[in-house]
């Protein structure tokens, strides 16, 4: 199933995806140092983000969260891709600075924890491949 959105951080990945059905905040939300959630509120937490294409909503919280992001990167524990319904500045801006291709404008409804997804974000689009068992 191919999924079209719009380019915020151009790039590509493939990888196994990581759902939230909440927003994210990146400070105070994930471990920069593991990449780990720690968001006590978050449907995610205790999940590695570290090489998972990271799919939510959209961000909240504070502006130091796009330094986060960038954080994540340089110790190696960042997504590889963020895909979210909703792009807002605190998100877009971290992964510009991280280098971490990035959708928005999807229906993250459509994707599922556990699926292999090819993100191509040069043209918007998400392509389901299936899960990581099949």
Same mark, same amino acid.
């Given at each position: ?31 920069? !140092? #593991?990449? %780990?959630?720690?968001? /006590? ?8 983000? +570290?090489?998972? @294409? ?33 792009? !807002? #500045?605190? %998100?877009?801006?971290? /992964? ?8 928005? +404008?999807?229906? @993250? ?26």
């Amino acid at each position: 199933m191919k999924l079209k959105g719009r380019k915020i951080v151009g790039g590509r990945a493939r990888g196994i995806a990581l759902v939230s059905k909440k927003p994210l905040s990146f400070l105070g939300g994930v471990d920069p !140092e #593991t990449g %780990v959630v720690i968001d /006590a509120e978050s449907d995610i937490r205790g999940e590695s983000i +570290k090489d998972k @294409i990271l799919v939510f909503p959209r961000g909240k919280g504070s502006t130091v969260g796009s330094y986060v992001i960038y954080q994540l990167k340089k110790n190696g524990v960042a997504p590889r891709a963020i895909i979210v319904g909703e792009a !807002e #500045t605190i %998100v877009a801006t971290g /992964a510009i600075i991280a280098e971490i291709p990035m959708v928005d +404008k999807i229906d @993250i409804s459509k994707i599922k924890t556990g699926q292999v997804l090819e993100v191509n974000a040069d043209q918007g689009e998400v392509i389901i491949t299936g899960f990581i068992d099949s």
